[in-house]
T-cell receptor, first 115, second 115 residues
């Protein structure tokens, strides 16, 4: 089946620190990979995505590279800000060939950035 | 532009009562998803619709839960009778097509508390 495993939190960093949140996946087909972010009291919103191997998704200083050989999609940011404090979800979907159009989410990693 | 609209934002009810959650997707989106988020189980897909037709309801926990989409601009999730274990945040999301490669746009959620 399809599943996503991401590092458990919470993660606490100081402002300007380097961030890595690990994400690995298993999929029956050829998935697209996503990172969603949930700010306090809000719904999830797409942060970045990658649809094929070696693609790099990037947005707001965050990056993640689709690594098929290691089935990974780790999220990184070189210098975090207090405003990045949120819960981050790794997710995948397998398109029509996989028979599913659903997003499969990891359990989420809570990030707190202190000034 | 209005995003996904959910109502109510907060609902407190007593065990045994009927609860109806409402969702208005983004205009032009033809896929709609209902999720439930709890600390214990994370984010779970309950059901999704494509062109107003339920495609996969395998995530609906039991017969007490039902969802409808009478037209392209409105969906409801009903719990009858409600139980304390149904307490969670319920999210509605919409997507511009049935393909999972597209971004899902989440509403702000309904926080349900069943006493």
């Amino acid at each position: 089946g399809n599943s996503v495993t991401q590092m458990e939190g919470p993660v606490t960093l100081s402002e300007e620190a380097f961030l890595t949140i690990n994400c690995t996946y298993t999929a029956t087909g050829y998935p697209s990979l996503f990172w969603y972010v949930q700010y306090p009291g809000e719904g999830l919103q797409l942060l970045l995505k990658a649809t094929k191997a070696d693609d790099k998704g990037s947005n707001k200083g965050f990056e993640a590279t689709y690594r098929k050989e290691t089935t990974s999609f780790h999220l990184e940011k070189g210098s975090v800000q207090v405003s990045d404090s949120a819960v981050y979800f790794c997710a995948l979907t397998v398109g029509a060939q996989g028979g599913s159009e659903k997003l499969v989410f990891g359990k989420g990693t809570k990030l707190t950035v202190n000034p | 532009d209005a995003g996904v609209i959910q109502s109510p934002r907060h609902e407190v009810t007593e065990m045994g009562q009927e609860v109806t959650l409402r969702c208005k997707p983004i205009s032009g989106h033809n896929s709609l998803f209902w999720y439930r988020q709890t600390m214990m189980r994370g984010l779970e897909l309950l059901i999704y619709f494509n062109n107003n037709v339920p495609i996969d309801d395998s995530g609906m926990p039991e017969d007490r839960f039902s969802a409808k989409m009478p037209n392209a601009s409105f969906s409801t999730l009903k719990i009858q009778p409600s139980e304390p274990r149904d307490s969670a945040v319920y999210f509605c999301a919409s997507s511009p097509s049935g393909s999972g490669y597209n971004e899902q746009f989440f509403g702000p959620g309904t926080r349900l508390t069943v006493l």
